[in-house]
């Protein structure tokens, strides 16, 4: 089954937004075969799992679907790329937002013809500049199972306990230092946040997901401030948006220290 590139939009924008933007497509882009939407509930772990077998438009290799999961604020595009090959990205063009498609080598942006790389996300044609959000998959081919983690940490940073992440000094000295920033994605929240400790020596940290249209931010020492590199918002230490499209704050954590370590709380 396949849907057309009005019934894709609708599925996800709406009505009226749909209609818009579909009635903006046939002079700017291809008429690529969008990935059809299907709604799935993570685990309490925030675990998805598909039976690619009962997925037709994901089983097949070049194959992919939408994943809408209830609660999660950004929708999956799920790739099959290869015979054993799938890979899971953020599902929103990070140059206007626009939902994406796969015609079987990349994923494209219906609205203005952007390209990423299906595996890591990578920007590979413009006008995007900023790559897709990649998350944690694992495919088992005995039993057809497509495992998506979306709680899932990077290597090497704490995890966080009961909403909780320590960060030892021993581990992250540089955060004993003022101007300095730390970042990593901690296991059981599955997004990345950053520790700044301001030049007057405060500490902070916030969510590192822009609440424009929720690319990832970067940290720039020299300003010591957030900047989403998407559409140029730009965020304080402490998340206050100092310059628009973003009107939100970036969501903020509490920091305290302790003799060995920074503890970040409220990470859930």
């Not at 306990?161 to 030892?168: A, D, I, Q, T």
């Not at 990345?192 to 929720?214: E, N, Q």
């Not at 020299?222 to 704050?249: M, W």
Request: net charge negative; with cysteine.
């Amino acid at each position: 089954m396949s849907t057309s590139r009005r019934g894709f939009l609708k599925g996800i924008l709406g009505t009226s937004a749909a209609g818009a933007a579909a009635t903006a497509l046939p002079g700017c882009a291809p008429d690529i075969d969008p990935a059809p939407v299907t709604d799935v509930t993570a685990s309490d772990a925030g675990v998805v799992t598909l039976q690619v077998s009962r997925y037709p438009d994901l089983e097949r290799v070049g194959g992919a679907i939408t994943l809408r999961v209830a609660g999660e604020e950004t929708d999956l595009l799920v790739t099959h790329s290869g015979q054993d090959t799938f890979s899971v990205l953020s599902n929103l063009c990070t140059h206007a937002a626009c939902p994406l498609g796969f015609d079987g080598r990349e994923v494209v942006c219906p609205c203005h013809l952007s390209k990423f790389n299906p595996i890591d996300g990578a920007v590979t044609q413009r006008p995007a500049t900023v790559g897709l959000r990649k998350f944690t998959s694992t495919y088992n081919p005995g039993n057809q199972e497509l495992t998506i983690e979306l709680r899932a940490g990077q290597g090497g940073f704490p995890s966080a306990v009961n909403g909780e992440v320590r960060l030892p000094f021993s581990q992250f000295p540089t955060l004993k230092d003022n101007g300095s920033f730390v970042e990593g994605v901690p296991g059981g929240y599955g997004k990345k946040i950053f520790i700044a400790r301001a030049s007057d020596g405060s500490l902070s940290a916030v969510d590192a997901l822009c609440t424009h249209l929720a690319c990832e931010v970067s940290a720039r020492q020299a300003e010591q401030d957030y900047i989403c590199f998407c559409h140029n918002s730009t965020f304080t230490l402490r998340g206050d948006v100092t310059k628009g499209p973003a009107t939100l704050p970036l969501k903020k954590f509490t920091v305290t220290e302790t003799t060995d370590a920074v503890v970040v709380s409220g990470v859930r």
